[in-house]
């Protein structure tokens, strides 16, 4: 897929999500935004922990706000938030920093970083790409 469908399905998703719903199931890619509320809810530098069953993360650091994918890079176990802000797979012991980047494997790949949007309402939008 070009990356100009892409960007167009995006608009598209994002489109639908001011229509109404939290979440929006998208098209056959496996790709839907979810509208985690405003923006400003995610003020504080931190790791918002409260979306793992949506398959991420919010990360807040300084100025930039941004989402990880919730799954390890290994094999696709969910990942929990720890209180150092790092990421940690119970499944056979990856870690990963506040950043994605891999500490410690098996995982070899660091985490992706999901598109994050701001819409005119001031909500964060999370467009969730299965990988
Ligand atoms: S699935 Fe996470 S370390 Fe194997």
Do not use: W
Not at 13 to 22: I, M, R
């Amino acid at each position: 897929m070009n990356k100009d469908i892409k960007r167009r399905d995006f608009l598209i998703l994002t489109a639908s999500a001011l229509a109404g719903s939290k979440m929006v199931q998208a098209n056959p890619a496996n790709e839907r935004v979810v509208d985690v509320g405003p923006a400003s809810n995610y003020a504080n530098d931190g790791i918002y922990a409260g979306f793992e069953n949506q398959g991420f993360f919010i990360v807040r650091k300084g100025t930039q706000l941004f989402a990880l994918s919730g799954f390890c890079t290994h094999r696709r176990c969910k990942l929990a938030a720890q209180s150092d802000r790092s990421f940690y797979c119970k499944c056979h012991g990856s870690r990963f920093d506040p950043n994605g980047k891999v500490t410690d494997g098996p995982a070899k790949r660091d985490l992706p970083q999901l598109s994050v949007a701001v819409n005119d309402k001031g909500n964060l939008l999370v467009k969730v790409t299965a990988f």
